[in-house]
Structure formats: structure tokens, C-alpha cells
């Protein structure tokens, strides 16, 4: 015998599965996948071993990993001091700590919208309904009434076409943007307290250069003076001495000017005033670097910036679902219980109670059908901001190959440059001996001897500056990689993976 109970719960149980299936199809998010960069096989200016080159393999997401303290690679321990001083003072760093804080609230309050809402209430409302809504005649008695009310009230959105749960995928995508701008500040701070301590030593260095080189001239201005009085020499000679003397100095005084202001600079990125620093003189020594070889695929897994890109790229992907669930109905669950009574003694007795099931006004489900464009115009300007951000997150993806391109070029030709420059400095150094003993043999006047000590000075101090210039591209090499390239261990160390090789230091001194 046909039981109809039995099939009625079937049928029941077909429908439901039915209406899942039509709203699981009618999600509104589309899907999201991170569009496709051009990433060539090598650097064009890093040398990849085969060996290396084998083992490449495609990006994953690893940006979160921790970078570690790369400026120890330095072996500096004042620099390592300042390092920790900028992240523990550097405003700029705190700035970004507060908007990943605000993210990540703006995130919790996206994610209780996932949950009904709850509120209670207690209070008096003086009243009195028109006659015609009572049904009564206009000149009939009607005096006003206090109702005293105690609620309880629930509100809840279903979400049915995923307009909820895209807001919460774009507040998650944004908090994870603000943490990747915020490794992103850190990085560039780290990099700049290392360039401006640098900088800084590399200043030393040609201070300490002029000091040695104005002695030289005060010392062969006494010689010439002595010289002149025992009537050995013109006053020419002693007047171009003079002229050496107070050209070198100038040029010290001019050097002291840019060390102050860069001591001030790195004051700033401490989160110091200037007054509050002092950083006593240490003069640059070489460092050297050696890059064998890397994969261009770690750049996009590192590099916070590019991460942030991405994240962008997330949100704008997950806030084009939610443009798109407002074109389908909208169904709202709300209720509330409580007491009411004339009588704030009469409030809570029995009698007094109360409940309402579904909107107060409106209706619980509602479906837009005219709104004169409005939602197709949020809808447009959600998937024209999902192409910017596309055409945003590949230009990052450029910019960090050139920066990389570039750091490594200028360390590979620096290097260069520094070897030539060294032969030029030992030239010049045994010209400039050589003038001064002709000088003193009688075979050529002093302008001879000057131009020699010129030409040397300006080579010491060209080769000063290209030991600055080898230390500023090795951090630019580092911040351009994403901040090193340790990665987390069992043993919670930093390792290097096989696509870069470590920095190293030559303590070599530069003459």
C-alpha cells in the first residue's frame, strides 16, 4: 500500500536539497585566481649553475615567512644597535602598526555580521493613536497612555547568495594587505637606517682622508715658507701652497656639512630628535658582495609589496560578489520578547508578555527590482577595481625584476670599477712621488707637485666613495630580494635557500 506520509517526507527532503543546490549555484563570488606574470627563468645579470637552474620551481606563497635580522650579514654590531633602536622608536613603523590594527578590527566587525545580533531594551513610551486608527468617531474620548516595555531583540541575516561572506573574504584580504604594507614599511626602514649608517661612515672616511691631506698641506706650507725666507723659492710658490691649504679645508668644512646633515637623517629614522643623537666617527671599510645566482619565481613569494598587491587584488575579486548578491533577494530574520504594560509594577507579570516574529516594518524578504542603475553602477566600478589592481599588482611584479636587475648590476660593475680604481690609486700614488722628488731635485716648479697631490686626492677619494656606493647596493640588493632569504626551521634559524648565495664582508681597506 502507498504511503503518502512517507513519500510527502521525501518529496520535502528533494525540495530541500533542491533549493541548496539552486543557492550553492547562485553564488555570487567569483572564483578567485591570481593572474599569470611573465617571470623569466634567471637575472639577467646573476649567473645561474646548472645545478641551480634545475631546481627552479614555481612561486608559492610565502611572503609571511620570517625574514630574520639580514643586516647581521654586515657583521656590525653598531649597526645591528641602531637597527633595533628604528623598529623599537621609528614613528613611521607605528603608524603602520595602527592601520594593521585597524584591518584587523575592521575585519572582526565584517565577520559579526555572520552571527545574529542581539540587544535588550527597557524604557517608557508616551503615546496616544489618532481616532481614525482606532476605528472611532473624530470627536470620541482618546487620551494619551505610558507603555512600559522590557524587550528582547534578534536580528540575522541569511546569507543566501554569499553577500555576507564576500564582505568577510574582502576585510580578510584587506587585513592581510595591511600586514604585508606593514613588513613592507618595516623593510624600507631597515634598509634606510643601514644606508644612512653607511653613508655616514662613508663620509667619515673622506673626513678622516681630508684631515690626513690637510696636515700634508700645512706641513709643505711651513717647507715653502722656510723655503722663501732662505730665499730658495719665489712667493708664487708659497702663495699656491696657501691656496692647496685653504681649498682642502674648505673642502673639509664641506664634508663636516653633509655628515651633520646625514647624522640628523638617521637621528629621524631612530625616532630621535637630532639633538638626542650623536654617532661617534668610524670610517667605511670595503665590503664586498657575491651573488652567484637567483630565481627571479622567490622575488614574487617574498617580497611584501607584491603580497600587498595581491591581497588588493583578493579584495577587490571577493567586494565584486558582494556588488553582485545585491541583485538578489535580501531575506532579514528578526524577532523580539519581552513585557509590556501600562504599569511599571504590571511589567513583568505573565499577562504582560509579548513577542513579534519577522520586521517591524517592511518585509523579511525583499527583492530589488528598480533602483535606476545603481547596483549595476556598484557592480561596474567593483570589476573595474579588480583590473586596476590587476594592472597594479604586474607593474609591482616589473618594478621588483628592474630593482633586483639593478642592484645586482651595480655590484657586479662596481666591482669592476673598484679594481680599476685601485690600479688608478696606486698610479696616481707613485706619480705623486715621483713629482715631489723632481721637485725637490730642481727639474719641475711646485705647480707641477700640486697637480700630482690633486690628481691623488681625488682618486682616494673616488675610491672612498665607490666603497660607499658597493655598501649602499648590497642593502639596496637585500631590500630589492624582499629583506633576506632566511627561511623558518625546526630549530626556529634562518636558512639560506639555493637560489642566493650570502653576503660576506672583506674587511680589505681601501687605501
Known sequence: MWNFEKFIGKAGRLSAGMILALLAACATQPRYQKPAVDTPPAFKEAFMPAQAARQWKAAQPAEALARGQWWKIFGDARLDALEQQAMAGNHDVQAAAARLGQARAMLRGSRSALLPQVDAGFGPTRQRASNASQGLPQDAPNAPFTLWRTQLGISYEADLFGRVSSSVDAATADAQRSAA????????????????????????????????TVGLREHALQLMQRRYADGDIGRLDVARAESEL???????????RRRA??????????????AEFSMAAQPLQRVAVDIPA???SS????????????????????????A?????????????????SAQLSDVFLWSSRTFLVGPLVGTMLSLPIFDGGRRQAGLDRARAQYQEDVADYRQKVLVAFREVEDSLANLRILGQQTQVQDRALQASAYAARLLHVQYREGSINYLDVIDGDRVLLQQRRTAVQLDGERAAAAVSLVRALGGGWGRPQAAARDQAPPSVASLSMDATRHH
Do not use: C, W
Request: net charge negative.
Open 261 to 274: 646633515a646625514a647624522e640628523h637623517a638617521l637621528a629621524i629614522l631612530l625616532g630621535k630628535a637630532p
Open 299 to 322: 622575488l614574487l613569494e617574498r617580497r611584501p609589496d607584491i603580497a600587498a598587491a595581491e591581497r588588493a587584488m583578493a579584495a577587490a575579486n571577493a567586494r565584486v560578489g558582494a
Open 294 to 296: 637567483g630565481l627571479p
Open 324 to 340: 553582485r548578491a545585491a541583485f538578489f533577494p535580501r531575506l532579514d530574520l528578526t524577532g523580539a520578547l519581552g513585557y509590556e
Open 181 to 212: 604594507l606593514y613588513r613592507s614599511v618595516l623593510l624600507a626602514l631597515q634598509a634606510d637606517v643601514a644606508q644612512a649608517y653607511y653613508r655616514i661612515r662613508e663620509l667619515d672616511a673622506e673626513q678622516a682622508l681630508y684631515h690626513e
Open 246 to 256: 685653504a681649498s682642502t679645508q674648505s673642502d673639509s668644512l664641506g664634508i663636516a
